[in-house]
């Protein structure tokens, strides 16, 4: 049973530039969150994919976009790196969408270095 | 003030202790609660979700009190392999979801 995964595992950047992030959800599940984690604090919600729509969004600017297809997996784009966008950032999926109390997984994240 | 507030510690007691965390959160809408736990550059693992009747798993007993709005973690017979960060996630579910995690509160577990 394949858990989440997620490439690459590093990445670094400079400021300006583009960036993409990948996620396969666990086997069976069809909802896919991200989140950003930085560095002694806990992961903050960016939004979640359901149904190859985003269906919550937390705190963040439009800079971060994301992707749904239709096997489930998922993208995470932020355009124009920002320093302060160095970070790990995590998938989680789980099944039923939002308003589902159903348990999220974790992949093993991507850490972004934005220079 | 955060939505969802957590002691930082860290915690440091001794193998064999009892230790106590918990979490306070502000919605009072809010309506799923979790206990996740996080290893040192690892991703966070589900610890057990908190159910208003209190839940046990092993020496780990969640405990939910809505009308002072917080969440507790109790660990006892504490293990060296119990250290890590415990992070408490609140979720409510509306128009405007939310699931947000709380900072998580340090845990080191001394021989």
């Known amino acids: 049973d394949a858990g989440v995964t997620q490439s690459p595992t590093h990445l670094i950047k400079t400021r300006g530039q583009q960036v993409t992030l990948r996620c396969s959800p666990k086997?069976?599940?069809?909802?896919v969150s991200w989140y950003q984690q930085a560095l002694g604090q806990g992961p903050q919600f960016i939004f979640q994919?359901?149904?190859?729509?985003?269906?919550q969004r937390g705190n963040f600017p439009d800079r971060f976009s994301g992707h749904q297809f239709p096997n489930y997996s998922s993208e995470l784009n932020v355009n124009a790196l920002l320093l302060g966008d160095s970070a790990l950032y995590l998938c989680?999926?789980?099944?039923?969408?939002?308003?589902?109390?159903?348990?999220?997984?974790f992949g093993p994240g991507t850490r972004l270095t934005v220079l | 003030r955060k939505e969802v507030e957590q002691d930082p510690g860290p915690f440091n007691v001794p193998e064999g202790a009892t230790v106590a965390f918990n979490c306070t959160y502000s919605?009072?809408?809010?309506?799923?609660f979790f206990w996740y736990r996080q290893d040192c550059r690892k991703e966070p693992k589900l610890l057990m979700s908190?159910?208003?009747s209190g839940n046990e798993d092993g020496r780990f007993t969640a405990q939910l009190n809505r009308a002072s709005q917080y969440i507790s973690l109790l660990i006892r017979d504490s293990k060296l392999s119990d250290s890590a960060t415990y992070l408490c996630?609140?979720?409510?579910?509306?128009?405007?979801?939310?699931?947000?995690f709380g900072s998580g509160t340090r845990l080191s577990i001394r021989p």
């Open positions: 919605n009072s809408a809010s309506q799923s």
């Open positions: 996630v609140v979720t409510t579910y509306s128009s405007a979801s939310k699931i947000i």
């Open positions: 994919y359901y149904e190859e729509e985003e269906r």
């Open positions: 908190v159910y208003s």
């Open positions: 086997s069976g599940h069809d909802t």
């Open positions: 989680a999926s789980s099944l039923g969408g939002g308003g589902s109390t159903d348990t999220q997984y």
